[in-house]
């Protein structure tokens, strides 16, 4: 839920990244956390489980520069992959403006992916809120796995609606800023032509 | 045209935040903010807080959301009000209307009886404050708008510029 702040001259945004369990959400924030020079970051806060998988979420504001007079400010979070989440998943999804969904490209892990993007329509819809109305780009993460799909059959099954993806290797940081560029220009610029949301 | 969810104007800001200043005052608490059920921070006043307040405001609303999605398992419409104590610190969280949450940071310089007192009528006074501001949203988002066309370029170029590999 976007927020403007005439007093302070602030602009919020909040985009969640989405996934199954394991598909490198986290790894995600990480490095974008590690990169970015520290004024253009706030603290990283983790809640996870001593095995280090999400168990609430993780959060990393980033700050852009002032901007006729504005600052914005992005608000990134990951939801806990494991379906018995929901709960905490469903949390989380309230008032996103955008959502990146993780992808995990190994064969394996295809159920998995189906699973959970099935998962985020329905968490969506109990907000009122639907893929392609608001912003969304997909990423096909671990690309160097032995097992990775091609691209072309990722797409093909799972993103039929042929929204912006990306190819990442998370950990190494392949493909993460362009992600996160795609999806915060979107959120930007649906801000702009939204109807009143009141 | 910028519509977002919502919005706060001078006028809103001020009026809230003199009503946080009036509470810290009366409550003897050592901080107080106003959080959106997003994790957003819409105010802060009293003491200078030595923690980061942006994730304070995040985990906040989480602690909000969970409590709410409990109540409801339960079979209760709503926890309107937590308490977490503390050994030196506790937290008195309240919620306000549209989902914004008031949260009282106190010492063993005042009471919870006082705070909750206190909080109460800071409760009943932002939510006339925050329904009159998303009464007033439907049209100050016409009228007011700096942003336009320079400005999302602006904002782009910003992303371009941090995101730079």
């Given amino acids: 839920m976007s927020l403007i702040n005439y007093s302070s001259r602030e602009i919020n945004c909040k985009i969640v990244y989405y996934g199954p369990g394991l598909g490198g959400k986290t790894s995600n924030i990480q490095y974008i956390y590690d990169k970015l020079a520290p004024e253009t970051k706030g603290k990283l806060v983790t809640l996870a489980t001593e095995m280090d998988r999400t168990l609430f979420f993780d959060f990393l504001p980033l700050e852009l520069g002032e901007v006729k007079g504005f600052k914005t400010r992005f608000h990134l979070y990951t939801v806990p992959g494991q379906v018995y989440y929901n709960a905490s998943r469903k949390l989380i999804l309230r008032g996103c403006d955008g959502v990146v969904f993780v992808g995990d490209s190994s064969e394996a892990r295809f159920d998995a992916n189906v699973e959970s993007l099935y998962n985020l329509h329905e968490n969506l819809k109990e907000y009122n809120l639907e893929l392609g109305k608001i912003p969304f780009v997909m990423q096909w993460n671990k690309r160097d796995l032995p097992d990775a799909l091609p691209v072309a059959e990722l797409n093909e099954e799972l993103n039929p609606e042929g929204f912006d993806w990306f190819e990442a290797i998370a950990y190494k940081g392949d493909g993460v800023f362009d992600t996160l560029k795609c999806v915060a220009k979107q959120v930007l610029r649906q801000l702009q032509t939204q109807p009143a949301g009141v | ?165």
């Fill in chain 2, 1 to 165: 045209m910028v519509r977002a969810e919502w919005a706060i104007f001078e006028e809103d800001y001020w009026a809230i935040t003199n009503a946080l200043e009036a509470l810290v005052q009366s409550a003897q608490a050592k901080h107080v903010l106003l959080v959106d059920r997003t994790g957003q921070m819409i105010a802060q006043v009293g003491d200078s807080p030595d923690f980061d307040t942006q994730s304070f405001a995040s985990l906040c609303a989480a602690d909000f959301e969970a409590n709410f999605a409990l109540a409801k398992l339960i079979g209760e419409d709503d926890f309107s009000t937590l308490y977490h104590q503390g050994a030196r610190d506790s937290m008195y969280l309240g919620k306000i209307a549209r989902g914004v949450v008031l949260a009282v940071v106190f010492d063993k310089s005042t009471t919870l009886g006082l705070v909750r007192l206190r909080v109460r009528r800071t409760v009943e006074e932002l939510n006339v404050i925050i329904e009159g501001l998303f009464d007033k949203l439907q049209y100050r988002n016409e009228e007011y708008d700096p942003f336009d066309q320079e400005f999302s370029e602006g904002v782009e170029q910003e992303i371009d510029n941090l995101f730079a590999d």
